[in-house]
């Protein structure tokens, strides 16, 4: 295709809603997972790139893209038959960044998204007889280990940018087990510059028709984009999960705890099996006279109810 008429199209879309309903030319539509090039091609366009950067550079869409819109390319993948000339093979988590890679403007990542959303890639796109390949595919890790594994990724890669370079990641949400988000799980190294909605065309769930209220069908996807700063720091944010007990919590208060208190122990209960549920936690720790607070917010607030004397109940 042409880099005018690519251009024109482009900016008929420009804004941080992408919304392309046919997938381009490039690549293959054929191969599990692939994207539709127009957003290589905005990136391309919008960042005024120079040499395109791509891992997990799958049927060759960025490839195909970089080639029409007359911008340098390289690409690596852990497929080890490479589908295109400027494509390597490269094992993202045990190979070191190719130094093809170090002088890219842009580096453009679209991961798998965990084995949740069951697209594996080695031994289905292509052989691995050995079981080899598999135990390093991204698409094959469990949420936790590939969120983890593609966090390393990603920092590595981003150390290997010269400062003003780009790093932009195509990632999504998958509802298996719960929902699970990358745009939240994933680390954000660098300076945060935009964070771009795609829209998802032709999906399982956007045709159906749900009966369940609360159920809301996933139709996009995200593009973040960050930039390389400075040539030393490494600034990153990286989500923090945490479990904390109520009764150990600095932010909950006696009324809150009492509640929980109540609601685990499911009856009427004495003041002492109260006491005894709090007892050696932070929150009575940190205050001598925390009974009295017990016998306080009990009487306090609306949501207990004195069954018979000492004996207390939440509200109905
Ligand atoms: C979502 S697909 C990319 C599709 C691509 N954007 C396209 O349009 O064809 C993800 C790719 O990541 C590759 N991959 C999975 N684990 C990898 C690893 N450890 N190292 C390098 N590539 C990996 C897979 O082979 C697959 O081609």
């Known amino acids: 295709m042409n880099r005018n008429e690519i251009i024109a199209r482009l900016m008929e879309n420009d804004s941080t809603v992408l919304s392309f309903p046919d997938r381009g030319p490039w690549g293959d539509p054929k191969y599990r997972g692939n994207c539709s090039g127009w957003y290589q091609a905005f990136l391309i366009w919008k960042y005024k790139v120079k040499k395109f950067a791509e891992l997990f550079a799958g049927s060759g869409t960025g490839f195909d893209v970089a080639k029409d819109m007359g911008v340098g390319y390289v690409g690596a993948d852990l497929n080890p038959t490479p589908v295109r000339p400027g494509i390597l093979c490269v094992n993202a988590v045990t190979d070191e960044v190719p130094i093809q890679f170090t002088d890219a403007d842009f580096l453009f990542m679209h991961p798998p998204y965990g084995a949740e959303i069951r697209i594996p890639y080695a031994g289905s ?37 010269q400062s003003g370079a780009r790093m932009g990641i195509l990632m999504g949400d998958v509802r298996r ?103 050696g936690y932070a929150k009575a720790l940190s205050n001598p006279h925390w009974k009295d607070k ?3 917010v009990l009487q306090m607030y609306p949501d207990f109810v004195s069954e018979s004397r000492g004996i207390w109940s939440l509200a109905a």
């Open 294 to 296: 017990v016998r306080q």
């Open 177 to 279: 087990n719960g929902l699970h988000s990358m745009l939240t799980d994933i680390v954000k190294p660098g300076g945060l510059e935009q964070v771009l909605i795609k829209m998802q065309h032709n999906t399982c769930s956007g045709g159906r028709s749900y009966s369940s209220k609360n159920f809301v069908p996933i139709v996009h996807e995200y593009i973040l984009v960050l930039k390389k700063i400075a040539p030393y720091i490494l600034d990153f944010q990286i989500p923090l999960k945490k479990k904390l007990d109520i009764r150990d919590s600095r932010s909950a208060t006696w009324r809150d705890v009492v509640f929980a208190v109540l609601k685990k122990l499911g009856r009427a209960s004495s003041l002492s099996n109260i006491y005894k549920e709090v007892e």
């Open 125 to 161: 796109m292509y052989p691995d007889p050995s079981g080899e390949l598999s135990k390093c595919d991204l698409g094959q890790m469990p949420w936790e280990t590939f969120m983890k594994t593609l966090n390393g990724i990603v920092m590595k890669y981003f150390a290997s940018l």
